[in-house]
């Protein structure tokens, strides 16, 4: 029998003895493929100066003319470094929130306490972004919460989200407060996994609490860490467009316009379908291209990886 053969044969009996849950595979790979494969192919829009009267089909080929237009326009680099340095400073600040969230929580002792700080860290990740971008802008009005106490400090208050220079800040600030705990979860379900019976031991020898959190905690953490590390570093461009269109104006365009939100503006208001698509693939190309990095770095330094 060859080797086709063998493995038509294990498949075929695998999936006899496996039926349910191949079945239950199948609403999975079918929103994959209808939601993320089958909008790959109007990426071809992003070389064609797509008419809608004509399809994507039917439109005129024009190459790589919409990147070059974007690549030579005054908002490329704008875009670019405002969509680099906020991802790069959410990924600074926010990343290591909920590790150390993590691991405070994991050292309170106390179950009762410990069950309320995880319900009121994980109730900002369940309201919606509306409310969330609605709370961000009463408080940093001129005359909301935030303001107030400043001036009470004897500070002047200011309309925060008419500065361009405090966009990426309360962004960040209010992107720990809204996913720290949620995150967190994820983080404490792999403490529980760690081996008990290694504090333990540690205890007999005298190790004291942050020892055992330097040299078991951490380390147990680590693969978990990576791996969210990875999948970070493949979204590290895409930074949600919906939050930022709901907190930025003309104003801080300076500071605030990411390419998620260019695309939005040029595709959906401005109707440049082919030329949106265009800077879109761009990102998504930006995207893989780290993705990949990061998983091969990982995989040589740690040998922790997605693949």
């Not at 400073?89 to 700080?117: D, G, H, Q, S, W």
């Not at 935030?146 to 600030?173: C, S, T, W």
């Not at 949600?240 to 104003?251: A, D, H, R, S």
């Not at 265009?278 to 091969?296: D, E, K, R």
Request: charged letters at 15%; a positive charge.
């Amino acid at each position: 029998m060859g080797k086709r053969q063998k493995l038509r044969s294990r498949l075929i009996r695998d999936f006899k003895l496996n039926k349910y849950l191949y079945l239950m595979m199948v609403p999975v790979i079918a929103y994959y493929l209808v939601f993320f494969y089958g909008p790959m192919y109007g990426a071809l829009i992003a070389f064609k100066d797509y008419s809608p009267m004509k399809g994507i089909l039917g439109s005129d080929w024009v190459g790589l003319k919409h990147f070059e237009d974007f690549f030579g326009s005054f908002y490329f680099l704008r875009v670019l470094k405002n969509t680099i340095l906020i991802s790069l400073y959410t990924l600074l600040f926010e990343f290591p929130a909920p590790i150390l969230l993590a691991l405070l929580i994991n050292e309170v002792r106390r179950k009762k306490f410990k069950r309320v700080v995880q319900t009121i860290t994980y109730m900002p990740y369940f309201i919606s972004l509306v409310v969330i971008c609605g709370i961000i802008t009463d408080f940093t009005n001129a005359d909301g919460l935030l303001n107030r106490l400043f001036v009470f400090l004897g500070y002047d208050g200011q309309a925060m989200l008419q500065k361009p220079e405090l966009f990426r800040p309360i962004y960040v600030l209010s992107e720990i407060w809204q996913r720290i705990g949620w995150e967190s979860i994820i983080y404490i379900a792999a403490l529980m996994s760690i081996d008990l019976e290694q504090y333990e031991a540690a205890r007999m020898d005298g190790a004291s609490r942050l020892k055992q959190m330097i040299y078991i905690t951490l380390p147990g953490l680590l693969p978990t860490i990576m791996i969210m590390f990875i999948l970070r570093m493949g979204n590290l461009l895409n930074v949600g467009f919906e939050k930022i269109i709901l907190l930025y104006n003309p104003v801080t365009y300076e500071t605030a316009d990411v390419i998620s939100s260019f695309v939005y503006r040029k595709g959906l208001l401005e109707f440049g379908w082919s030329y949106s698509s265009a800077v879109g693939l761009f990102n998504s190309v930006i995207n893989l291209v780290l993705l990949i990095t990061a998983n091969t770095l990982s995989r040589r330094a740690t040998q922790n990886s997605l693949w």
